[in-house]
């Protein structure tokens, strides 16, 4: 693998990211991510064999202006990448704090949320604050399971605790004060301050292909969905898959069930009594 294709939806243009350290590993890329504005791609990343530098995975951020690399983490040090990335600039969590850099380059801000933090985002404005908490192993040896964590700057989101649970995902901001949440595959909530609320959308999806939305796509307002096509989701390959190869094992079946058949033929002829 050499790197990444970027390629703009508007006018059809192209731009090819590679990283000046050498061939990369031919595993895929978890976590990528974009800025709120586009400006950067977030990548994390291995050397391959025959690359200098440790092949640990280092956490860069590219600019798709000029196509500049920026390292932000070093290689093999442990990082988390927040789902929902701020307006300008990018985010990450590196030893239980969300690091920011706004914009890349220029200043920077730091927020310690603690150990053991899965997730972390920051309002549009950067003024509200949620992250999700793991228990401790104590706690989990009681039942005590994640904790999600949203208030107005750092203190008050670690004094508020919304909701305890199983929390896959953030999605998005509604507004400054209510963000999106992805608690199972096929399930939503909005998060407050003042609680967790069920989104009574039908989402599809399993754990293989789970949905995918823009971040800024819960800002708009919710609106009656228009009339399904019939259509089936086009992800869900591995479906069609299946029933190709279940087809090809049944007709294997009845090719072999009929040569069978037909090399018995003549001996049972052979060997009838006259």
């Not at 504005?37 to 202006?65: C, E, K, N, Q």
């Not at 704090?97 to 380059?105: A, C, K, N, V």
């Not at 819960?218 to 190869?245: C, K, Q, T």
């Amino acid at each position: 693998m050499d790197g990444w294709d970027v390629i703009d939806l508007v006018d059809g243009t192209r731009r090819q990211l590679v990283p000046d350290t050498g061939p990369l590993s031919s595993g895929p890329s978890w976590g990528i991510r974009f800025s709120g504005d586009g400006r950067y791609l977030l990548v994390p990343y291995a050397l391959g064999r025959g690359a200098p530098g440790p092949r640990a995975t280092r956490l860069v951020a590219f600019d798709l202006r000029d196509g500049r690399e920026i390292q932000l983490v070093e290689p093999g040090t442990s990082f988390g990448i927040p789902e929902v990335q701020p307006s300008d600039g990018v985010s990450w969590i590196q030893d239980g704090r969300l690091e920011t850099l706004l914009p890349l380059g220029g200043r920077g801000t730091s927020i310690d949320l603690g150990p053991r933090v899965y997730s972390a985002t920051t309002s549009p404005s950067g003024d509200t604050l949620a992250y999700v908490q793991g228990p401790t192993r104590a706690q989990r040896r009681h039942g005590a399971e994640e904790s999600l964590h949203l208030g107005e700057g750092a203190r008050a989101a670690r004094e508020t605790v919304v909701a305890e649970g199983s929390f896959q995902a953030f999605l998005g901001w509604r507004d400054e004060e209510t963000l999106v949440v992805r608690t199972r595959i096929d399930r939503l909530a909005t998060a407050t301050a003042g609680g967790l609320e069920p989104l009574p959308l039908p989402i599809v999806g399993d754990w293989i292909n789970p949905p995918e939305f823009a971040a800024d796509l819960w800002a708009a307002p919710f609106s009656e969905p228009s009339e399904r096509l019939g259509l089936e989701d086009p992800r869900r390959w591995y479906v069609r898959a299946l029933w190709v190869l279940l087809a090809l094992v049944v007709l294997g079946a009845v090719a072999a069930y009929r040569w069978v058949a037909a090399a018995e033929g003549p001996a049972q002829r052979r060997h009838r009594p006259q």
